[in-house]
């Protein structure tokens, strides 16, 4: 099955930087792969996503990179915000199929302080 | 938006009590419901897929006859954590994908708000 690695676990950064958490995947067949944010006893909130057949999606502050190649995705967080100090979870899926499951990251603390 | 409602939000209960949870999809039909348990500062491990009118596929670890789910209309999921014992305790979320049957929207997720389960 899926296997999601995510790095780094924690994240510090001042205010307007940039952040960018990194994860790989394991199994080829993926080909859809969302990030979320979730803050503390909440559920998590889709930020962004990306399919395979695209290397690159923006929105704003935040954009995702896919390298399907290599099975690794990234995202990327600019100008950030105290607001944004939350924990990321990366995932990936095989979206074609209503019954895959989504299979997560172990998560990024992210922390901006003003 | 599409809304998945998870029911109830937070519950208490003494060891050996069971505990139902409901998840409902809103606004859309689903085959396939998801139920993910969460423990504090970590990930969301998933741990059966429910699906409409036949049995759950469990991962492996996770005790059937321990998480019962019930996934019985097209937008209903329940899990019953039988015999309930303090290291049940977790954040349980639910989530569901639209099968598109109505919405045309096929393959998109949305997650339920999730249960807080406290065993005392």
């Known amino acids: 099955g899926e296997n999601v690695e995510q790095h780094p676990s924690t994240l510090s950064v001042q205010e307007g930087d940039s952040a960018v958490i990194k994860c790989t995947y394991s199994d080829s067949a993926s080909n859809y792969f969302p990030w979320y944010k979730q803050e503390l006893g909440k559920r998590p909130q889709l930020i962004i996503d990306i399919r395979s057949n695209v290397g690159e999606k923006k929105d704003q502050r935040i954009a995702v990179t896919l390298n399907k190649t290599a099975k690794h995705f990234s995202l990327h967080i600019t100008e950030t915000q105290p607001e944004d100090s939350a924990v990321y979870f990366c995932a990936a899926t095989w979206a074609d199929q209503a019954g895959t499951a989504l299979i997560f990251g172990k998560g990024t603390t992210l922390s901006v302080s003003s | 938006g599409a809304v998945v409602s998870q029911h109830p939000s937070r519950v208490i209960c003494k060891s050996g009590t069971s505990v139902k949870i409901e998840c409902r999809s809103l606004d859309f039909q689903a085959t396939t419901m998801f139920w993910y348990r969460q423990f504090p500062k970590q990930s969301l491990m998933l741990m059966a897929t429910?699906?409409?009118?036949?049995?759950?596929?469990?991962e492996q670890g996770v005790e059937k006859d321990k998480f019962l789910i019930n996934h019985a209309s097209l937008t209903l999921s329940t899990l019953t954590v039988t015999s309930a014992h303090p290291e049940d305790s977790s954040f349980y979320i639910c989530?569901?994908?639209?099968?598109?049957?109505?919405?045309?929207?096929?393959?998109?997720?949305?997650f339920g708000e999730g249960s807080r389960l406290t065993v005392l």
């Open positions: 989530s569901a994908r639209d099968s598109g049957l109505s919405s045309g929207r096929a393959g998109e997720l949305f």
């Open positions: 429910s699906n409409e009118g036949s049995k759950a596929t469990y």
